[in-house]
């Protein structure tokens, strides 16, 4: 079906709503991993410069407000009810079909529209050349880091993962990436090329590397033309430096394409006190509990090694649980190997891979995890809540309910 798929759909529904997409400057973003980290801190940036900055990202953690925010504040109940409404009045009144993400994409531009944004971050969905956001033009195109996923849809093959995330590449739009495999970049060269497009890539044009790293974050040098930046991140997932500088560079670039100075003061405050939720998250403290949206072969194979590495000195348990389209025979291998520091959880929610009997210790429902979250060890034990998204809300719940069992026992004694 999204092979069928083409941007007619949504083409059709914006001309309805007089294209608002052409009425704000936008940050377009594709990519397997990454997309997210980059958007919410060049959002963050962006705002911290005075800019009404739109941002449009997928999927939510708990609310689906959270896909559609201006400065950090996500679309209010009564106005994403109202948006829906009308659109699904204008959609009935001339007959057209809309998916579900065709309807989400028009609510964020009308919204961004009618709000006056500056700048609008926009992340694509799925892929990017066959994306709802494709319909954009923006001041800038971004690819973060490529590896496979959704295969079932885009491929099994670098190469044809590459190529539709490369779709997003627009004739004279610089497009920006952190990618540094030669065979990703070549293919992201050739768009760029025939569409006559500058790129700005990682190693070549700005650099970043680490000083020291620890429980309580990363110091690393951050050089990019004339910025020359010290730099602390309180996230502790190496990777990330990827997206934090490619976000930076980014914004750098846009300042400088609206006769803006950068201040680095500006950089260097929203840097040291950038977090994500989701992305490595502390949710607890006693026992340590994070949650990490890793839920692909390179976000896990990067969850793995720094957990294995920052914790040394810890027990470390796993608690996963991934949807059945990501786990392709790569994940299954690299289970295997931390398959004694993991616990499948199964749970009851719709999609999710049901490992054979005996590969993992498994946990089926939400009582058995507040059980193991409970048995913890307080002082040397950490907790990794990890895999689909949708497994967000379950950590949140759980840690929640652990706190507050734990403080009746306090009051109680």
Do not use: W
Not at 110 to 137: M, Q, W
Not at 390 to 403: D, F
């Amino acid at each position: 079906e999204f092979r069928k798929y083409d941007l007619s759909q949504i083409t059709t529904i914006l001309n309805l709503l007089c294209n608002p997409q052409k009425s704000f400057k936008s940050v377009h973003i594709a990519g397997t991993n990454g997309k997210g980290t980059t958007a919410f801190l060049l959002n963050k940036l962006l705002c911290e410069t005075n800019y009404k900055t739109g941002l449009f990202t997928s999927p939510h953690l708990l609310l689906y407000n959270e896909r559609i925010q201006i400065c950090d504040m996500p679309i209010p109940d009564h106005k994403l009810d109202s948006y829906a409404a009308e659109l699904h009045d204008i959609l009935s009144k001339h007959n057209v079909n809309a998916t579900f993400f065709d309807f989400l994409t028009a609510m964020a531009f009308k919204y961004f529209s009618d709000e006056h944004v500056d700048f609008a971050i926009i992340e694509t969905g799925l892929g990017g050349r066959l994306d709802s956001t494709n319909a954009v033009t923006p001041e800038i195109s971004a690819i973060t880091e490529i590896s496979p996923d959704h295969t079932k849809i885009l491929g099994n093959q670098i190469e044809s993962i590459t190529t539709e995330k490369c779709g997003i590449i627009k004739p004279q739009v610089p497009v920006y990436t952190n990618n540094t495999s030669v065979m990703i970049l070549n293919i992201i060269k050739k768009f760029a090329k025939e569409n006559n497009s500058m790129i700005i890539s990682e190693e070549k044009d700005y650099t970043f590397s680490i000083t020291s790293c620890s429980m309580e974050g990363i110091d690393f040098k951050y050089r990019y033309g004339p910025v020359s930046l010290d730099l602390h991140t309180p996230m502790i997932m190496k990777h990330q430096l990827k997206n934090i500088s490619l976000a930076m560079s980014i914004y750098t670039d846009l300042l400088n394409k609206e006769n803006h100075s950068v201040e680095n003061r500006i950089i260097e405050n929203t840097v040291n006190n950038y977090t994500l939720q989701g992305r490595f998250q502390k949710i607890c403290s006693r026992p340590l509990v994070y949650y990490d949206a890793a839920h692909n072969l390179s976000g896990l194979s990067n969850l793995f090694s720094t957990v294995e590495e920052i914790f040394s000195n810890f027990k470390i348990t796993f608690i996963i649980s991934l949807l059945d389209d990501k786990v392709i025979p790569e994940i299954r291998d690299l289970l295997s190997v931390h398959r004694n520091s993991i616990i499948y959880y199964t749970g009851s929610m719709y999609g999710v891979f049901n490992p054979e009997p005996d590969t993992f210790k498994t946990c089926k429902s939400k009582n058995d995890l507040l059980n193991i979250l409970k048995s913890a060890n307080k002082e040397n034990e950490v907790i990794v809540f990890t895999g689909t998204f949708r497994l967000y809300e379950t950590a949140v719940e759980l840690t929640k309910q652990l706190e507050t069992d734990e403080n009746g026992k306090k009051r109680n004694n």
